[in-house]
């Protein structure tokens, strides 16, 4: 079983999908706390 390589990609692909998830979540979360206390300058000169 252990041998089996299509058991080592799907095992592979499903802690990269565990991982990116919780990196995502940090970042979002990261986000929301912030806020948007002060705008882009891109945007603000944006016409």
């Not at 390589?5 to 991982?19: D, K, N, R, Y």
């Not at 929301?32 to 944006?46: F, I, T, Y």
């Amino acid at each position: 079983m252990w041998s089996d390589p299509g058991l080592w990609i799907a095992l592979g692909v499903s802690a990269l999908f565990i991982v990116v998830g919780v990196v995502m979540h940090r970042v979002f979360t990261n986000i929301l706390k912030q806020g948007s206390e002060e705008p882009d300058k891109k945007a603000a000169n944006h016409e």
